[in-house]
């Protein structure tokens, strides 16, 4: 497909004059397109298409369907339908009211191509240019982020569902690729195991039935392997994805073939991060957050909030579930000064603030972190009776740390032990620490003494200092700001559905997540327009009694 599109729109008369006969008040699309005309260019997205074949719809139309199908949470065939049959949509889009529209694939090929071609960012980056030639967005103010968790859009199997599935995907595989390949070599029993979808409500009840079961599905899948790997397998069987993911899925579930085959125990299977979950959705993983677990990913967004301007999403990256929050935030960082928007301020939970953070926002990019670090993980700090690091005094220059009761450490050398964390392994004398009357408070060993395990200087003082500075209510005061960021996560979920993902795999993903920003921007900017103020935060009527004593 090539694309010949004109470089620019104008409204036709008839779509403006039956638009503004039928909204005389205007609605959310009209205003947009008021103000921020197309948002989209063609020749934004002109590497996606060749110069030559046939032409293609127009990329700077379909970048804005696809935003405008996420404002109202519409499947493709709907979108489509939208652009043949609703006037606002035709006014949004500069179409003539007789434009009969496009089939409703070419919006899901255009995802694939933006993909392809790694500018989906283009679709939040282009709105945020254009908002900051208005001075709407402005760099070195104050930003907040948080993560939520997604689910991804395959069912949550058990163990035996995920091996019968995963030898009924790539059964159903083989078969589109290579029918007569396949067809001498199936087996007694596999139409009647694998033809229907797994469903654990068909499956044996009794233990002792399903690891037979298992047994027979693990047999099956082996046998399959084997026939795929022989010598005169044809090519395009031996490297179907399918059967690289009965493989894969095989190892983590199973003992090899020196005998009839049967699940791995639990002390041998892989952790949960790491197990594919589903033969569909390879990306997806297994996590858990304050107790809630789910298979999919997590999505972190980050908002500017400013008192004087609106709150607009200027960023957003998604992950696989198991990445935990603090190793995302220099790459929030990185695409922050990409695009001229890094915050002066940033304000986070205290998922995304280790001692490393808060050193290397502030050295390489002069973002100021606003958040809470860890407590002191150690018993003696939880128990608030013992001695924790917090207690010693620590002499850098001469590599000496001394005790609460005046000890001197023995010995102050590099850390090898690869179970602590730590750059620095601090050794006190057995002698100072057997006879300490109170060797109860500082370390539980019969027999060893005290041993600190020390971070860098750097390090260890950054996070000292903030421990310290969260304590105040300066601090408290500035981080209250952050709590606002949950009304972004509410608006996401209740009017986007955002916790659910719509496609198969990051990537996808992913570009839901843009779209669901660049909804959640325009939202934002036409109520901005309509009426220029913050919303006061909401106070439940108990609550304001207390304003009242």
């Not at 004109?6 to 009209?30: C, D, H, S, W």
């Not at 960021?485 to 659910?500: I, P, T, Y």
């Amino acid at each position: 497909m090539s694309m010949q599109s004109p470089l620019g729109y104008g409204i036709p008369e008839e779509t403006a004059r039956v638009a503004q006969a039928a909204f005389p008040k205007g609605n959310l699309y009209m205003q947009m397109q008021a103000e921020l005309g197309m948002i989209y260019t063609n020749a934004q997205f002109a590497s996606l298409f060749s110069s030559t074949g046939q032409p293609a719809q127009d990329p700077a139309r379909l970048a804005l369907i696809l935003v405008m199908q996420e404002l109202e949470g519409l499947s493709d065939r709907q979108a489509a339908d939208a652009v043949r049959s609703r006037i606002d949509w035709k006014f949004a889009l500069a179409l003539e009211l007789t434009d009969p529209g496009f089939d409703a694939s070419v919006l899901s090929e255009f995802r694939g191509r933006l993909i392809t071609g790694e500018l989906e960012m283009q679709l939040l980056d282009t709105l945020l240019t254009l908002l900051q030639e208005r001075g709407l967005l402005v760099p070195r103010g104050k930003q907040r982020t948080d993560s939520t968790q997604i689910l991804a859009a395959i069912r949550t199997i058990n163990r035996l569902e995920l091996v019968i599935e995963t030898v009924r995907h790539a059964l159903n595989r083989l078969a589109v690729v290579d029918p007569n390949w396949l067809w001498p070599r199936i087996q007694d029993g596999w139409l009647e195991r694998y033809e229907l979808r797994a469903e654990n409500s068909r499956l044996p009840k009794e233990d002792t039935k399903r690891q037979a079961l298992a047994a027979q599905v693990g047999a099956d899948g082996f046998a399959l392997l084997t026939a795929v790997y022989m010598p005169d397998t044809p090519t395009e069987v031996r490297h179907e994805g399918a059967v690289e993911i009965l493989r894969q899925v095989w190892i983590q579930q199973y003992y090899g073939l020196a005998e009839l085959p049967h699940w791995r125990n639990d002390a041998d299977v892989p952790p949960p991060g790491q197990l594919i979950h589903s033969p569909y959705d390879l990306q997806a993983r297994y996590s858990s957050k304050r107790g809630v677990p789910w298979v999919g990913y997590k999505v972190h967004y980050s908002e500017t909030c400013e008192c004087e301007r609106p709150n607009l999403i200027t960023n957003v990256l998604t992950t696989a579930a198991t990445i935990p929050d603090d190793m995302v935030l220099p790459a929030i960082h990185t695409s922050l000064a990409a695009k001229g928007l890094l915050p002066a301020e940033h304000l986070v939970d205290c998922g995304y603030t280790n001692a490393d953070n808060l050193l290397r926002s502030q050295t390489k990019h002069g973002v100021r972190i606003i958040g809470p670090v860890a407590d002191d993980p150690s018993w003696q700090a939880r128990a608030g009776e013992g001695f924790a690091k917090a207690n010693f005094t620590l002499d850098w220059e001469r590599q000496i740390a001394i005790c609460p009761m005046g000890k001197q450490s023995y010995s102050w050398l590099p850390n090898i032990d690869a179970t602590k964390v730590g750059s620095f392994q601090v050794r006190f004398s057995r002698a100072d620490c057997s006879a300490c009357p109170t060797r109860a408070q500082c370390t539980k060993a019969k027999v060893e003494p005290r041993i600190l395990f020390l971070q860098s200087r750097e390090e260890h003082e950054a996070l000292q200092s903030a421990r310290d500075y969260q304590q105040t209510d300066v601090f408290k005061t500035e981080y209250a700001l952050r709590a606002g960021v949950e009304s972004l996560m509410s608006q996401g979920m209740r009017a986007f559905d955002l916790r659910k993902s719509r496609y198969i795999g990051c990537a996808k993903t992913h570009l839901q997540h843009i779209l669901i920003a660049v909804a959640i921007n325009i939202v934002r900017l036409v109520a901005w327009w309509r009426e220029a103020r913050q919303t006061p935060p909401r106070i439940s009527a108990f609550a304001r009694l207390a304003t009242l004593a």
